[in-house]
């Protein structure tokens, strides 16, 4: 077929050049699969690209998406066995199922920031695709099978606001080298990244995820390193089967149940990190592992692992990991993030919290109130602890009126007026860490002066109460 017609009288269909269209052309019903022509450039009156719409239409090669379409419907694209290329515009909400698969000569694709769904299948069996994908921060769902066959991609970057990665989405992925995922992920399915043989290198799950699905990432064969978060209570069957270059892995300290052979083959494994103080349920999960690998688990509890059957298995525990469940977490990562570093373990169960602010941010506190950046705690029970950053030019432009700071640049002594009342002064760098900290200081009309003669030269933030103000120092 090469074009379509439509009486001018008809109730509910349109045509534009031989295309398909509903009556008002806010939807693209039909594009003939004979249309001459390699490219096509879809009407700024659509909005929605209609079930089926494209496909099959094997000598498109180019096509041009508006920034009216807020939809691209289910199969709109569907072996257009030509197509080399696409930009989904900034408008696009959803993608739907099976919306490019087999697009085979598809290289690369961009998905704008508004895209919330990736439906099952969508770009299945684009095996043409190469480099790097980037899930934009707007997505929350990625569907099953969505990039399967995708042979081609290097790198995958999911965006923080992904909250579930389907079944088989990445499966058969065999040039992918580099995994980024987001800290939104909640949920990875059965199969996500199995025969990703590719990957290489150490795997972060976050520690937003709570589910790792059934043979997760089976035969990922170059992985060297795997860390899974303190949120996981559950690793499915064969989640790591026959990854036989996986050196390390740290599992969480949520963990209850680890799947039948989860770890079945995994003869390249050195040291294990199990932070559970009550030993995780498992079932033929270390066949073909070395039993006498380290095996490091929480202070004291190298006997409570020893006294369980599977985990007998292992000859050589090291009972060195802390007691208690510390999460950091920050209020905002497009603000800044938060990170630990253990000090050391069963003697006083010791960490260092740092929240590290993005720029154009900084440092206010931590969840608790407390103030000092990096932060000294003593951990004495399951502790979660969030890192709240501000904008550094909304506070100076909107709060800091009132406060004068003076002289500016400033060599020895600071004055410090327009603030009244009982405060905290609090100085920290630009990174914000904590260089200086003024308790219950009376504060009135007047002024009162600080000395800054032992600082280094830079630039500082001065804040009183919730007001905020920023210093040279010479």
Request: aromatic fraction near 10%; hydrophobic fraction near 40%; include cysteine.
């Amino acid at each position: 077929m090469t074009g379509i017609d439509v009486a001018a009288d008809n109730l509910h269909f349109s045509s534009l050049d031989g295309v398909l269209f509903n009556k008002v052309q806010n939807t693209l019903v039909g594009y003939p699969g004979g249309k001459a022509g390699s490219s096509y450039i879809i009407p700024e009156s659509v909005e929605t690209i209609g079930y089926g719409a494209f496909t099959y239409c094997i000598g498109l090669t180019s096509v041009t998406i508006p920034n009216s379409v807020t939809a691209i419907g289910e199969g709109a694209f569907d072996n257009c066995i030509e197509l080399t290329s696409v930009a989904i515009p900034n408008s696009v909400i959803a993608i739907g199922n099976y919306a490019f698969s087999y697009c085979s000569k598809l290289t690369s694709v961009t998905i704008g920031n508004a895209v919330k769904t990736i439906g099952n299948y969508a770009f299945s069996r684009c095996s043409s695709l190469t480099g790097t994908l980037t899930i934009p921060n707007s997505v929350t769902a990625i569907g099953k099978y969505a990039f399967t066959y995708c042979i081609g991609l290097t790198s995958v970057t999911i965006g923080n606001s992904v909250k579930t990665i389907g079944e088989r989405a990445f499966y058969e992925c065999t040039k992918l080298a580099l995994v980024t995922i987001g800290n939104s992920v909640e949920t990875i399915g059965d199969y996500a990244f199995s025969d990703c043989s590719g990957l290489t290198g150490t795997l972060t799950i976050p520690n937003s995820v709570t589910a790792i699905g059934s043979y997760a990432f089976r035969y990922c064969s170059g992985l060297t390193s795997v860390t899974i978060g303190n949120s996981v209570k559950t690793i499915g069957e064969g989640a790591f089967v026959d990854c036989t270059k996986l050196a390390s892995v740290t599992i969480g300290n949520s963990v209850e149940t680890i799947g039948e052979a989860t770890f079945y083959e995994c003869s390249g494994l050195k040291t294990i990190y199990v932070k559970a103080i009550t030993p995780p349920v498992v079932l033929n999960v270390f066949h073909n592992v070395p039993t006498d690998i380290p095996v490091h688990v929480p202070c004291g509890r190298a006997s409570a692992y020893q006294s369980v059957a599977e985990w007998s298995w292992f000859t050589n525990y090291i009972d060195d990991l802390p007691l208690f469940n510390l999460i950091v977490q920050s209020e905002d990562i497009n603000k800044g993030t938060a990170s630990i570093a253990q000090a050391n373990t069963c003697t006083n169960n010791a960490a260092i919290i740092t929240a590290t602010p993005l720029t154009g941010y900084l440092f206010k506190q931590w969840s608790d109130g407390n103030t000092d950046n990096p932060r000294i705690l003593i951990v004495t029970q399951d502790t979660v602890l969030t890192a709240i950053f501000e904008s550094i030019s909304g506070i100076d432009g909107t709060q800091a009126t009132a406060l004068a700071l003076y002289p500016n640049p400033v060599r020895d002594e600071l004055f410090i007026s327009g603030v009244s009342g009982d405060a905290m002064i609090v100085i920290t760098d630009l990174s914000g860490r904590t260089v200086e900290t003024w308790y219950a200081v009376s504060l009135q009309t007047g002024e009162i002066s600080i000395n800054l003669s032992h600082l280094a030269k830079g630039v500082y933030l001065v804040r009183i109460g919730n007001v905020t103000g920023k210093i040279v120092k010479e």
